[in-house]
Nanobody, 125 residues
Framework: QVLLVESGGGLVQPGNSLRLSCAVS????????MGWFRRAPGKEREFVGV????????YYADSVKGRFTISRESAKNTVSLQMNNLKPEDTAVYYC??????????????????WGQGTQVTVSS
């Protein structure tokens, strides 16, 4: 059984940073494409970024490119999302997700097989 558990959310002022973690159990994190998504109030779930399986290639949404960075720690079986220069529009519930189809890099939420429970990030002064 594959389980994903996010942590690290909270309230932060604009311009500050926050780091989210996603702990994966049941299978090696390197055997998945690992994605991050978010859902803001009243909006659809949107793609934030992904690290592909194996050696890892990164893709980011334009809205977070240059501010957010995904990293992976194979020894701890975790994936992290470092968020810098946060803006009020980054306020959302953030989810990590795992995609078993390593032959294709998925950017759509419906292509992911496993999901964490989500962690709230609020950016406000």
């Amino acid at each position: 059984q594959v389980l994903l558990v996010e942590s690290g959310g909270g309230l932060v002022q604009p311009g500050n940073s926050l780091r989210l973690s996603c702990a994966v159990s049941g299978r090696s994190v390197t055997t998945f494409n690992m994605g991050w998504f978010r859902r803001a109030p009243g909006k659809e779930r949107e793609f934030v970024g992904v690290i592909t399986w194996g050696s890892g290639t990164y893709y980011y949404a334009d809205s977070v490119k240059g501010r957010f960075t995904i990293s992976r720690e194979s020894a701890k079986n975790t994936v992290s999302l470092q968020m810098n220069n946060l803006k009020p529009e980054d306020t959302a519930v953030y989810y990590c997700a795992a995609d078993r189809d390593i032959g294709n890099t998925a950017f759509a939420a419906e292509e992911y097989d496993y999901w964490g429970q989500g962690t709230q990030v609020t950016v406000s002064s």
